[in-house]
Nanobody, 119 residues
Framework: QVQLVESGGGTVPPGGNLRLSCTASLINFDQLDMAWFRQAPGKERVLVATITNREIPAYFIDHGRFIISRNKNAMYLSKDDLTPEDTAVYTC????????????????WGQGALVTVSS
C-alpha cells in the first residue's frame, strides 16, 4: 500500500516561507502524477498545484506565488511571504497518469501537514 507522508508544517510568522515535502513509499514514485491540496479552517479543500510524472507543473490558486517541484524521491511545495490566509492543512496526493485531467479522483493521500501563519 502506498503511503504519502508530508513534512515541513508548523507555525510560521507572517511574511515567512512555506517549505513542504511529500515522500511516498512506492518504488515507482516517478511514474505518479502528484498534487498539493489545502484546506483552510472552516473551508473546503482546494487544489493548489499539480505536477506530472514528467515534471510539468500546473497551478490552481495564487498563480505565481506557489512553486511545486519534484525529484525522484519527493515532491515539494514552496511559497514566500505567507499571510494568515495561508493557514491550512496541506495534503499531498498522487495517482497514476490519466487520459483526461480531473481535479479530483486522486488515488493516494497523505495525512496532511498543518501550517499556521501567526505571529
Amino acid at each position: 500500500q502506498v503511503q504519502l507522508v508530508e513534512s515541513g508544517g508548523g507555525t510560521v510568522p507572517p511574511g515567512g516561507n512555506l517549505r513542504l515535502s511529500c515522500t511516498a513509499s512506492l518504488i515507482n514514485f516517478d511514474q505518479l502524477d502528484m498534487a498539493w491540496f489545502r484546506q483552510a479552517p472552516g473551508k473546503e479543500r482546494v487544489l493548489v498545484a499539480t505536477i506530472t510524472n514528467r515534471e510539468i507543473p500546473a497551478y490552481f490558486i495564487d498563480h505565481g506565488r506557489f512553486i511545486i517541484s519534484r525529484n525522484k524521491n519527493a515532491m515539494y511545495l514552496s511559497k514566500d511571504d505567507l499571510t494568515p490566509e495561508d493557514t491550512a492543512v496541506y495534503t499531498c496526493a498522487a495517482r497514476f497518469p490519466t487520459s483526461f485531467f480531473t481535479k479530483d479522483d486522486w488515488t493516494y493521500w497523505g495525512q496532511g501537514a498543518l501550517v499556521t501563519v501567526s505571529s
